[in-house]
């Protein structure tokens, strides 16, 4: 796959500073990321894939299962459901942190100082272990010995993590709260970028900040969104750590999302093959998801956005 | 445009790679203290008090009295050790003391021969073998075999409760089903919640089920399901069962938010002895722990305790108990000879010496050994002390805790299927259905 990349290095490469570089150098550069690549992912996905055409308790010996595992898996409705529920927590993860980190990366790229200190504050959950955050929001959320009892407040004494549609709502508040100083920090990198010249051009024509922020800003970070998105998306498949603490899955099966599944039927059930067909139904997710992000970038992928400065 | 080139690039890479990531960061907490450095045996045992006391000073005591012999030990919370110990002993990653509660998980280790088969040892050691509860080896024995060393005490599942809140309320413990219902009204009036539990365990609600099984349809029922008979799960005792756990959440008999609080946690023992519980279904073992963290509340007497209570036409013995029949202790059998004569050396005279047997009883539990009735009944604690033996050993039939009895993928499907009947989102009929997909499995 990367090898992939130096046959098609652009043209523009030969062009720039790399001229008097050999091509057969370059094809060298990318050996060490291909082994690591083959030995950390190719070499995995082939054993997974052979898994989940076995027979393992993940303790015994393994055995050939033929195409049993894929067929009692794709016919149980716990797949779609959490299927279901990863695709939602995916989508409104998206529509709930992307307009804040946006704003928040906009923000915090001005060099004020108020907005220097302000940034510290807001990226400080990055410092934070997911099973950290976890522990640390299942504490404050008891009904009963929790945050609304030490403070008084009734009305926050809510059985957050006991009722399915507060239960998922939440977790998808924690994801955003511990995910959105990630991508503010994007979106300010983004946005520090834009040449200074595009927005001195706008006021000279008399644009106001909103309409500087649509005509300049959300154009010129058309790829630090998709950066963005691909990860928040891609990312939300791999959710893990911070649903497992918080709820295990529970109440029922309404915040089981698909990694979850995975690791409950290997590890807890023993049964290492219809996990193991669950993760590679999450690897074509995953490339399916991020291909298509990549595709939303434009067919035109040498187009500058500084076409012309 | 270069740097999107090759970020592009990166992003497939990382998208074909974070699949796996959740692969490794779920298997990654296998890597453990496997094998201890330095030819000593290694021991994972659970963390808490008061046990984890009484465990690594009996380690500490048998490691200066043979001092050829190293164990060390590494403490994890229950339910995290339980998903821990499995991984690691696939991956041959296990300690040479492999601790459990035998059972359907000890089958599967034999049977994929990870655990030593102690039987000629036991022969050879009858003077060990006497030592315990005849009882306690029904769940240490596979095909026959001795796979394990019982040890620790005997754990039936009690109906505790808060006897300061009982006297406000002139109220009396429940005898029968219709004492509970009636109770649960009496407590909701009073604005104090019924039942205290720890519902996202799982293994905890279970509880419930494993006695109304019992009372309504008898030991049979269970004994047919462990069997693996054709639609076992079908019983209609099993039917009735799902309604009364059903009829009981619906008058709000639990604490409120019950289904996010977890065992580990204890929060449940503590609404029980902070007064915003009346009554727990719990296992003995929390006798010891609510001694230590409840502020004098079992000091004061203000904890009591009684047996599950009656269905009206039930089949069950009054007298029958559910829990665990005893603690177990296998040896790792991709250990080597060293580690596995360290083990043994340390199960025939490190781990139930009469220091330990006293710290025990000592804590409230009663230890798996013959001839303790006169320490038992000389012992501050010895009301509780006896009702558990009573409850324990002269009890007509004991259960195994059900989750520990059935294979793990067949205990899993349960623990999920348990939580959905309590949170309401399957009937009785669809509880029972599920599960009888299970047998044989």
Known sequence: MSAATTHRAPSELSKNELTSQPKSALAWLTVPALFFFVVFAVIPLIGVLILSFARWDGIGAIGAAGMENWTSVLADPDLYNSLGLTFLIMIVSWLVQTPISLLLGVFTAG??????????????????????????????????????????????????????????????????????????????????????????????????????????????????????????????????????????????????????????????????????????????????????????????????????? | MKQFQSSRRSFLALAAMTPFAVMATTACGTSGPGGAAGGGASMWFLSGEPNQTTIQKAVDAFVSSNPDNKISVTYFQNDAFKTKIKTAIGAGQAPTIVYGWGGGTLKTYAEA????????????????????????????????????????????????????????????????????????????????????????????????????????????????????????????????????????????GFIKGFSSITADSKADQALLFTGKAAMMLHGSWTYGAMKKDGQNFVQDGKLGFVGFPTLPGGKGDPKNGVGNPAQYMSISAKATDEEKETAKKFFKDGIMTDTVIDAYINSGSVPIVNGIEDKLASSEDKDFLNFVYDLGKNAPHFQQSWDQALSPTAAEALLNNIDQLFLKSITPQQFAENMNATLGK
């Open chain 2, 113 to 252: 021969e990870q655990v030593e088969d102690l039987t000629s040892w036991f022969d050879a050691n009858p003077e060990l073998k006497n030592k315990f509860f005849p009882s306690s080896f029904g769940a240490a024995t596979v095909n026959g075999k001795i796979y394990a060393l019982p040890n620790q005490y005997i754990a039936p599942i009690v109906l505790f409760y808060n006897k300061e809140l009982f006297e406000k309320a002139g109220a009396q413990p429940p005898k029968t089903w219709d004492d509970v219902m009636s109770l649960v009204k009496t407590f909701n009036d009073m604005g104090v919640a019924p039942f205290s539990l720890g519902g996202q365990s799982r293994w905890t609600s279970m509880m419930w089920l494993q006695y109304l099984l019992d009372r309504i349809g008898g030991p049979e029922v269970f004994k047919a399901i462990f069997e693996g008979k054709p639609n076992a799960w079908m019983d209609p005792a099993v039917i009735e069962t799902g309604a009364k756990v059903q009829e009981l959440v619906s008058a709000d």
């Open chain 1, 111 to 309: 060099t004020q100082r108020y907005r220097a200190a302000l940034a510290v504050l807001y990226f400080l959950p990055l410092l934070l272990s997911s099973a950290a955050v976890a522990i640390a929001y299942k504490a404050l959320l008891d009904p009963n010995f929790g945050l609304a009892m030490g403070l008084g407040l009734p009305f926050l004494a809510q059985d957050w993590l006991g009722v399915p549609q507060l239960a998922l709502g939440l977790i998808i508040f924690v994801i955003a709260w511990q995910f959105v100083p990630f991508h503010t920090l994007i979106y300010q990198g983004g946005v520090r970028q834009i040449p200074k010249s595009l927005y001195e051009a706008a006021q000279i024509d008399g644009a106001g900040t909103i309409k500087q922020f649509f005509h300049i800003t959300l154009p010129q970070l058309k790829y630090t969104i998709i950066t963005s998105s691909t990860l928040m998306v891609v990312g939300s498949l791999t959710y893990f750590d911070l649903i497992f603490v918080l709820t295990g899955g529970g109440p029922g099966n309404s915040t089981r999302i698909l990694a979850l599944d995975m690791y409950l039927r290997g590890f807890r059930a023993n049964l290492m093959g219809p996990a193991s067909v669950i993760a590679v139904v999450l690897v074509v997710i995953g490339l399916a998801l991020a291909l298509f992000l990549q595709r939303l970038g434009g067919k035109d992928k040498q187009g500058s956005q500084l076409e012309g400065m």
